[in-house]
């Protein structure tokens, strides 16, 4: 396990009942759901929208009340039908965005409902993973963005944000409302908010405007604990708060710790709503089941924007593709019901194949570094400085302090099996030694997984009267990832092995032992700088080592995808937001207000709260045309001007930066204010995204029609590169092939000449090389690709159309040549 990064465990767990083992299993029926139901079964007339029309779904109309207490009334006939009353508990039933429930049973009771009339698929639940003072400055958004919405007192204006996550603490000033303009009511947005079982008091505010937590499955698993979980919308974890005000925290909110103010806090767009989605719990994560029905209800309730940090373990192994699963089925249902779905792109960089969201209906974020780091030193006595990390105040200026090893303080020997080193336990130190020196201690892999943790040795360090402390990194493993902790106490983490151990041998080389190793004089010396203030760089952003990485993948043996995969890169690395005080996700900030956290679930709210503020500024626009403004106006380029770097292992396994490709950022670092204002964009819609599934090779036509009701008899071929994206991924070129795209103008007339570039291994022409649209007009244009030399890797290129008004839209290529 790799330092936090972001990422809860979504576990399964078993139980045993009436001997037998009992298991989770998600169901899905024949029979369309509310969200594709066009008609057919006598006394319920259709709930679908219209393809042709912008209109979502009213689900709270009579129609879909009626059409949605027949399946219910469907799923609990056949449960009826086929088994005893009390050997199987029912969770869930899901109606709008797929035919089907949950039910905690029995494998033989699963493999009857497997055979079962009605009955399309049975999976056992699965698991998935849960994978900010400055980005708004570094995004643009004060100046360039917000005006355009009515300042920062209106971006995200009635534009509602759900979370499927571990929840929130309402209490936060970043959700406060005394000192903001009222907020109304919000007729479209249906959910409910559920009642604080301690204080008696629901949970929203205006601001937080709709709160509900999804644990059935949990809890008839034995997994969860009232007590430690909190059967309520309250985060326990700190997670589900961090992410919320990332994209939608109040603006200006003080960020102080430990009396030091850090600066201030604020969402990207700070007026939208938070619709809190709670499906994730503290120590055991959670199941699929649950999250399935927390974004089921969000589609049911009226969000506009929906945020998932969470992501399968690895590719399901349940079905033969990575696009046909429940958790992705759930999202294209979500998706046709005109809500615009974000997902953190993994934590599992920098490696390839990484990536846990794979479908194009989907935006799929990578986390980038921006341009801010925090950097301390150490002054030893010899004159050397090191190099390390440290959000803490300096020792006392123009003095230098003893330096003393935790191990040469201790009380007596017999407390070795504490591993002192760590620093964890004050009472296990001689403070007589310690007070007024600066303590020297050991990061080991207690650190890694979480049993031992920065703030903890700032305490222990505090507790003996210690003016400092030094963390001294000696080994480290692949992935580890360090980030800077903010304490009240000087401290500083070496994290190069290579200047831990200039720090060992200075200690060594000045201190005098008996001939039983016990100390007789400490004479290393040191002080610690001032680490409370950032550098800013222009080498920013970079994609940070730990973002998973593509190419896509489209089934469980890791074949390649024809489909570009991570969408976009946003700020994930080192931001400040939220925290629960309950949360126990990070242990460096337990019972803290704030907390600086790195993860593709930090970047996956940057593009959702963004994606608010296209779509207050788009109110008609679908999530696809949302996501292409998004793709389409991304940069490839740093604040310096020059390529996107990205961090990558060397042979050492040190870290070293690479020029990035779109494996790496996809279509580049997100643009908010050109967003706002694309040109063009690429549509599609539902209809698409089946075309596409029927396009992929080695995809079941049955598995599609499971999930999608949809036959492949009425999109019988085509290439799953023919998928209307800003995007063209080719895993397996052959000869030439031509891709369309499809353009449509949502600005004034326009004028575009189409260039492209290609690396030289494969030819690339756009025809035609010019053409005009008019405003609302939709033009072709076709890009082919010739294989001129194989190279056994894939090569890059990008397709670019520059307007007579200034427009640019930028489209990334990537293919592999094959004889």
């Known amino acids: 396990m790799e330092m936090r990064s972001g990422c809860i465990v979504l576990v399964f767990w078993s139980l045993l009942v009436f001997g037998k083992a009992q298991e989770v299993y998600i169901v899905t029926m024949e029979g369309e759901p509310v969200v594709s139901y066009s008609g057919g079964v006598e006394g319920f007339e259709a709930t679908a929208a219209a393809e042709d029309t912008d209109e979502r779904i009213d689900t709270a109309s009579e129609l879909v009340t009626s059409y949605s207490h027949h399946l219910v009334k469907k799923h609990d006939m056949l449960l009826d039908m086929l088994f005893e009353s009390g050997t199987y508990k029912k969770l869930y039933s899901y109606k709008h965005l797929i035919n089907g429930f949950s039910v905690h049973t029995t494998p033989e009771q699963a493999e009857s409902l497997r055979r079962a009339p009605g009955v399309k698929s049975v999976e056992r639940d699965w698991k998935v993973r849960r994978l900010t003072v400055h980005t708004p400055q570094f995004l643009g958004l004060p100046m360039g963005v917000w005006p355009t919405g009515g300042g920062c007192d209106r971006a995200g204006e009635d534009i509602v944000i759900g979370f499927v996550d571990s929840g929130i603490y309402p209490h936060h000033p970043s959700f406060a409302t005394h000192n903001t303009a009222p907020y109304g009511p919000l007729p479209k947005y249906r959910g409910k908010c559920e009642i604080d079982p301690d204080t008696k008091r629901d949970f929203c505010n205006g601001k937080i405007i709709g709160a509900q937590h999804f644990a059935a499955a949990a809890v008839a698993s034995g997994a969860f604990n009232p007590s430690v979980n909190y059967a309520s919308p309250l985060d326990g974890d700190g997670h589900g708060s961090h992410t919320a005000a990332i994209a939608a925290g109040n603006n200006g909110i003080p960020l102080r710790m430990h009396g030091f103010e850090f600066g201030r806090a604020s969402g990207m767009a700070p007026r939208a709503r938070i619709a809190v989605y709670k499906a994730l719990y503290r120590y055991f994560g959670g199941f699929v089941s649950d999250v399935v029905a927390a974004i089921d209800q969000a589609v049911h309730d009226g969000v506009d924007i929906l945020n998932l940090s969470v992501g399968p373990n690895s590719p399901p192994a349940t079905t033969r593709t990575t696009y046909l699963n429940p958790f992705d089925a759930t999202l294209l249902s979500a998706v046709k019901a005109g809500i615009f779905v974000v997902q953190a792109g993994g934590n599992g960089g920098p490696f390839p194949k990484t990536l846990v969201s794979y479908s194009p209906w989907i935006t799929t974020v990578a986390a980038a570094i921006d341009d801010r780091r925090y950097k301390n030193h150490l002054y030893l006595g010899n004159g050397k400085i090191l190099t390390g990390l440290g959000l803490t105040p300096a020792t006392l200026s123009n003095r230098t302090f003893t330096l003393v090893a935790a191990n040469d303080v201790l009380l007596d020997s017999s407390v070795m099996k504490f591993s002192p080193s760590d620093c964890q336990k004050p009472e296990v130190f001689n403070k007589n030694l310690v007070k007024g020196n600066i303590l020297l201690c050991g990061y080991s892999f207690n650190f890694v997984v979480g049993s031992a943790s920065i703030k903890k040795v700032s305490e222990t360090a505090r507790a003996l009267g210690a003016v400092g402390f030094v963390l001294a990194v000696e080994n480290v493993s692949p992935g580890t990832k360090f ?330 290529v990537v293919a592999m040549g094959y004889y």
């Open 483 to 812: 980030d800077p902790v903010a304490v009240g106490l000087p401290g500083i983490l070496i994290t190069d092995t290579s200047k831990s151990m200039d720090l060992i041998d200075y200690y060594n080389s000045t201190t005098s032992r008996d001939w039983t190793g016990r100390v007789k004089s400490f004479k290393a010396t040191g002080s610690i700088g001032d680490g409370l203030k950032p550098i800013l760089h222009k080498s920013a952003p970079q994609v940070a080592l730990f973002s998973s990485r593509g190419p896509d993948i489209k089934d469980f043996s890791f074949q390649d995808a024809d489909l570009l995969k991570p969408d976009i890169l946003a700020p994930g690395a080192l931001i400040w937001a939220a925290w629960s005080p309950n949360g126990t996700d990070e242990a460096n900030y337990l019972g803290e207000s704030f907390a600086m956290v790195s993860g593709t679930s930090m970047a996956a709210p940057h593009v959702a709260g963004i994606a608010a503020l296209v779509k207050q500024k788009h109110p008609k626009w679908s999530p696809s045309a949302i996501k292409s403004a998004l793709m389409t106006t991304a940069s490839t380029f740093d604040r310096a001007g020059k390529g996107i770097q990205a961090q990558q292992y060397s042979g050492s396994e040190t870290m070293t930066l690479v020029p990035a490709t779109p494996f790496d950022y996809g279509s580049g670092h997100v643009s908010p204010r050109a967003a706002l204002d694309p040109g063009l964009i690429f549509d599609a819609g539902y209809v698409d995204y089946v075309k596409f599934l029927c396009a992929t090779p080695g995809i079941d036509p049955s598995e599609i029609a499971n999930f999608t009701s949809s036959s492949c008899k009425t999109y019988h071929g085509g290439h799953p590169s023919d998928l209307n994206t800003p995007s063209i991924a080719i895993s397996h070129l052959v000869g030439t092939r031509t891709i369309t795209r499809t353009v449509t103008n949502v600005a004034e007339e326009e004028t575009y000449t189409i260039t492209t570039r290609m690396s030289p291994e494969i030819a690339i022409e756009a025809n035609p090389p010019a053409m005009t649209l008019l405003p609302g007009a939709s033009r072709k244009f076709t890009i082919s690709l010739t294989v001129r030399s194989v190279t056994g890797s894939y090569s890059f290129g990008q397709v670019l159309m520059k307007g007579s008004r200034g427009h640019k839209v930028r489209i990334p």
